[in-house]
């Protein structure tokens, strides 16, 4: 019996293990995660999921880390180690990863880890200085945190990973950029031609200037192209361009925009006066682009500076041109003329010089997922190669025939994002009221865009919105200090943000700056077969400023009377197979250029010279378009740059780039942009639920804790009184 008993014992272990063995198995094989955050933060987005999946080579993502990394980077950490693993759930077979432990000499470096740091030195990971808390001071560490993406030939980098905010975005896009690049790469007919331009006559005074490495530049241009040739399917060709006379040099600088010098006799070295050029330009096909490799700036006491860029810093800024020329980006319209706000020079911008408020940021943004077509619409017809045009604060009036061309091409199905502001700014330079040096006024803007937007139901107001709902600063201590609202920079709060709408999905809340309300026309909306959504508007309590504005905020006062507040449409978006305005009128006609007036010519020939000719725009009117949708907001400081942030982590940011990321038909993309952000702001309430919780937290939490502990009291009481009652009538009964 009792062997019987132990046998039985031996089997239900074993099957124990078999089980728990089973269960091991079936979890290395299945994946099943319960992600019970509102917008899936720890959930591959759709457009993620699909990447990976449909990989059609092997791609390899390297992590290098540095073990024991302190709060808040050893959750990044985690979080990555997650993210990856979800991918590869999701993956196909050609899909892997690993972590290499990367750890500075400082943290008892193996020899394995050494290895791991000369591979993530190759592949462009440099250490981060970051800092811990250690016997209760802070000190520095090195600290590596950078992932490589290579599929075929190609190696994409992400070099610091510090923070968890679009870390699925930024690992996704790369993949995506991996991937197009090698298909941009090897469909390829010609080769991308990179041209240093470098006269020899720099060779005698680059000495002088600081720049004795100078003579050797074109060995360390071409060591750069030879190693960018080994990720890039050997598509770059290196030539060298040494103009000598002043013609070459002239036509040079034209067509490569190549920074020219100049230099009188310098007696002390017996140079001869003399001029010279260098730079570097990359061509494809009829696209060109130059690269600011020679900064000069001037520094007081010392004068003008020169620095040249650094064989890495090169080698650099020729990969990242290699996207931009291959297009590996989808291509997005920007109106470059009348008057619009300016995409800031990439090159002046890398120099370090002054853009001029240009949007220096916005660009940055927009250059990072597509490729910028710049074009003038008083010489050129509208890009055809395009999914959505920006229109960006425009200032000066569209003729028919431009009007015309932005009409037909909604038509076609090219979606519109207009920035729109219904004042133009005039600064006028006479001495303002009280001291300042200038004075600025708004005038009524028309442009002609009014008409075509009121054509489809839609009105730009001749006010700007102030809202109570809005950004404070302090006050100057000098008046008292305190708060100042600037009620014309409204903070849009969740309530009054449309959710349902994909780029809205995600946002909590963000600064508008002064916004004009809009109007939407709905019978003319309904005529037209048109939907019209409202993004975002203000609060309940706002209402207009009218003309004449003055945005100093001192004069400002919310009305007096609560019938003159209401809440007022910020931003719509518009869809639908739009109707064109030229339905029905003839096709405009485009007036020839004004030619240049020669100083020679007489004025009574030239006022009796006949007109030149009007060239007459062809073919006909496409009369109701292909669906089509136009984002339109009464802003355009909405998109300057103290309100958004390069890395693209604030909601101004994420609102705009998914706005464009909309247009351009990538609605998961937006999503998984914004999925992540950090800016969460609690629900606005009352101020009776403010005080009424406030109450509670006091008052109501303790009197909860005294009466329960009377409950408790009166129950033991109670039972003791029956115990004693049982006991009694036990005795009684004895």
């Not at 496409?622 to 604030?650: K, W």
Request: net charge negative; glycine share 6%; with cysteine.
């Amino acid at each position: 019996m009792v062997a019987k008993n132990k046998s039985e014992k031996y089997i239900k272990l074993a099957v124990y293990l078999v089980v728990v063995v089973l269960i091991n198995l079936a979890g290395t094989t299945l994946f099943l995660r319960w992600d019970m955050t509102k917008n899936g933060v720890y959930s591959l987005s759709d457009v993620s999921k699909e990447v990976v999946a449909n990989l059609t080579e092997p791609l390899t993502i390297k992590a290098f880390f540095s073990r024991d990394l302190p709060a808040p980077y050893n959750g990044t950490e985690r979080y990555l180690r997650d993210l990856l693993e979800e991918y590869a759930v999701h993956g196909n077979r050609f899909f892997n990863y690993q972590f290499y432990d990367v750890s500075p000499q400082s943290d008892g470096i193996t020899s394995a880890s050494n290895e791991n740091q000369q591979m993530a030195s190759n592949y462009g990971i440099q250490p981060l200085q970051i800092q811990q808390l250690e016997n209760d001071e802070f000190k520095s560490r090195l600290a590596y945190m950078g992932i490589v993406v290579i599929q075929g030939d190609i190696v994409e980098r992400i070099p610091a990973i510090t923070t968890t905010d679009g870390l699925e975005y930024t690992l996704t896009t790369t993949l995506q950029k991996a991937s197009k690049k090698i298909s941009s790469l090897v469909g390829l007919t010609e080769n991308i031609d990179v041209k240093l331009i470098l006269s020899p006559s720099l060779e005698a005074v680059s000495p002088l200037i600081g720049l004795a490495e100078l003579p050797v530049l074109p060995e360390t241009v071409q060591t750069a192209v030879e190693n960018l040739n080994r990720k890039n399917y050997n598509r770059l060709s290196f030539a060298f361009l040494d103009p000598v006379t002043d013609d070459e040099q002239t036509a040079v600088i034209d067509a490569y925009d190549v920074l020219p010098l100049k230099w009188d006799y310098i007696e002390e070295e017996d140079i001869p006066a003399g001029t010279g050029v260098v730079g570097l330009a990359m061509s494809l096909g009829d696209k060109t682009v130059s690269l600011p490799i020679l900064q000069v700036y001037r520094v007081p006491i010392f004068g003008t500076q020169y620095d040249l860029s650094t064989p890495k810093e090169i080698e650099d800024m020729i990969d990242g041109q290699v996207e931009t020329l291959v297009n590996v980006n989808e291509n997005i319209g920007y109106l470059a003329d009348h008057g619009t706000l300016s995409l800031a020079d990439n090159a002046a911008a890398m120099m370090g010089l002054d853009t001029g408020g240009d949007l220096t940021v916005f660009n940055t943004l927009l250059g990072s997922s597509y490729s910028i077509r710049q074009f003038n619409l008083t010489e050129d017809l509208v890009p055809a190669d395009v999914r959505c045009l920006i229109i960006a604060r425009p200032t000066e009036p569209f003729t028919d025939w431009e009007l015309f061309q932005l009409d037909q091409a909604l038509m076609r199905g090219q979606n519109l994002a207009i920035f729109l502001d219904p004042f133009k700014e005039v600064v006028s330079q006479d001495m303002a009221y009280m001291g300042q040096s200038q004075q600025v006024s708004y005038e009524p803007l028309d442009t002609g865009l009014e008409k075509l937007l009121a054509h489809w139901g839609i009105h730009v107001g001749q006010s700007i919105v102030m809202d109570e709902a809005c950004y404070t600063q302090a006050s100057n201590q000098v008046l008292g200090g305190g708060k100042q609202s600037i009620y014309y920079a409204p903070i849009v709060q969740p309530e009054n943000i449309d959710q349902s709408l994909p780029m809205m999905r995600n946002i909590k809340e963000f600064l508008a700056l002064k916004v004009s309300p809009l109007t939407l026309d709905e019978e003319t909306l309904k005529d037209n077969n048109l939907t019209a959504t409202v993004a975002f508007s203000s609060s309940e309590r706002a209402w207009e400023m009218e003309s004449p504005i003055n945005l100093n905020p001192m004069y400002h006062n919310p009305p007096a009377s609560d019938d003159l507040f209401e809440k007022k449409p910020l931003a719509v978006l518009i869809k639908g197979p739009f109707p064109s305005y030229f339905n029905g009128k003839a096709v405009p006609e485009k007036e020839a250029p004004a030619t240049e007036s020669n100083e020679e010519t007489d004025i009574t020939e030239e006022a009796e010279a006949p007109k030149m000719p009007v060239v007459t725009s062809e073919g006909g009117i496409i009369e109701t378009g292909a669906p089509a949708r136009v984002f339109l907001i009464g802003s355009g400081d909405m998109l300057q740059d103290s309100l958004l942030d390069e890395n693209g982590i604030s909601t101004n940011s994420m609102l705009l780039m998914n706005m464009v990321d909309m247009l351009n038909g990538h609605e998961d993309t937006a999503l998984m942009r914004s999925k992540t952000q950090s800016h969460n702001p609690l629900n606005s309430t009352s101020a009776l639920v403010k005080t009424t919780v406030k109450a509670v937290n006091i008052a109501g939490l303790p009197i909860l804790v005294v009466v329960f502990g009377m409950l408790v009291w009166m129950r033991r009481h109670v039972r003791r009184k029956t115990i004693q009652r049982m006991f009694e009538t036990d005795q009684g009964a004895v």
